[in-house]
């Protein structure tokens, strides 16, 4: 068992988060000794659980309704399942958002090298995509996808 503050300490997360978290009701059937919340690996895991989810964009209502679903049993594991499955898809169209970013931020590196060295853009402005170094066109056809 731990305390919120070595609970605090091993997550990184700050106490007052972990006691709203408590609040919200995120950790049902938490153990206390003399009023002080104690955090067994139960807790520990749905800690896990709980900021993966609000990683994924979900709200804490949200979390708090699955956390009520996990109370209910297997009945609801449909319900959990469906959860994960829309945050899954979430995440992934997030993360090729994000890869067009960072395409166009290499592109971006690349070209401002390249006009450094040419001491002016003109060379880079009249360039085709066909004319780019390989890497640099695949991260710029990728940045300018539709």
Known sequence: MYTIGQVSEMTGLPVSTLRYYDKEGLFPGM??????????????????????????????????????????????????????????AAVEAELERMERVRDMLIFKCWYYEQAMADGNEDRLSAMTPEEMPADIRRAWENAHRA
């Not at 919340?37 to 699955?66: H, T």
């Open 31 to 88: 153990e206390r000794q003399s009023g002080i919340r104690k955090f067994g690996d139960r807790e520990l895991e749905a800690l896990r659980v709980i900021e993966c989810l609000k990683k994924s964009g979900l709200e804490i209502r949200d979390i708090r309704q699955f956390m009520d679903w996990c109370a209910q049993g297997s009945e609801t594991y449909p319900q959990r399942r469906e959860l994960f499955v829309r945050q899954k």
